[in-house]
């Protein structure tokens, strides 16, 4: 028995090496001339340089990624950040949102969103609490907020346009890969949850080294050409 995947993103290329590498036959098919879906990258003719399709970022939570990157061998094209830190340019202001060296690690982003000049004063004290609510919140709790906008969600809990636009969107919008206006606040808080509370490596970020074409479509074509 021969199983046929239809799409070459990442989606399509993880399950195509897994079960390559479990000896399970199949045949992935792509339209287009290279592997990768939305995560490719392209030579520029005009720059002389290869140009990723969009900004992507990978960061510690990501841990099946992670993992599938290891699997085909492009591990080594990532670089990975020893603690958070994000440059934040908003109104031609540069702030650094980055975690500190503390003996009780959540001191570190505590005492990083009270540096966080983003925000006022106010603001900081409110994204605070909201995401100390949000560490104290069990599953039954994401369950009865299945149906509810993550955004309203957050303005009922006094964050402002501000903080959602300086924190919030900063990394919901690239681990989602949505506005959270179209987020359930379920789905919001648990990414928070697990990206930004429970653990110092979950928020960190991980930067290729090299195009997305490399690190992910040629790295999973030669894993099963070789596999």
Known sequence: MKIIIIGGGVSGLAISCKLAKEKIDNLLIEKRPFLGGRAYSFYDNNSKEEIDNGQHVIVGACKEFIKFLSEINSIEKISFEKKLRIPVLNKNKLVNLQSHNFPIKILGKVFSILQYKHLKVRERMNLLKTLYKISKMKPKDLKELDNEN??????????????????????????????????????GIRLFQ???????????????????TKLLGDSAENFLKNT
Do not use: H, M, R
């Open 150 to 187: 993550f955004y309203k969600w957050l303005k009922k809990n006094n964050q402002s346009t501000n903080t959602i636009d300086c924190f919030w969107e900063l990394f919901a919008i690239p681990a989602l890969n949505d506005e959270i206006k179209n987020v359930s606040a379920s789905i």
């Open 194 to 212: 697990v990206a930004f509370i429970e653990s110092d490596i979950n928020a960190n970020f991980a930067i290729p080294n090299v195009g997305l």
